[in-house]
C-alpha cells in the first residue's frame, strides 16, 4: 500500500513556523499537523490546498505517495 509522504516539517523549517502556527493558520489542531508530518493522517483535499497556499506551492510539492 502506498505511504504518504510529506514536506510540511521541511517547509516550516525553512519558514520559522511552527505547528501550532501552520494548525492556526489552516483552521486544525497542533496534532492534526504533527499527525500529517509523520505520515499519520491523510489530509483531506480542502485541508491540503489550505496548506499549500500558506506555502505559497502546489499540493504536489508537499503530498507524495511512495511504495
Do not use: C, H, W
Amino acid at each position: 500500500m502506498p505511504e504518504l509522504k510529506t514536506r510540511i516539517k521541511e517547509l516550516r523549517a525553512s519558514r520559522d513556523m511552527k505547528q501550532g502556527d501552520l494548525a492556526e493558520l489552516v483552521g486544525v489542531r497542533r496534532e492534526t499537523i504533527i499527525r500529517l508530518e509523520k505520515g499519520q493522517y491523510n489530509p483531506s483535499l480542502k485541508l491540503a490546498m489550505d496548506i499549500a497556499a500558506v506555502f505559497g506551492v502546489s499540493v504536489e510539492e508537499i503530498f507524495s505517495f511512495e511504495e
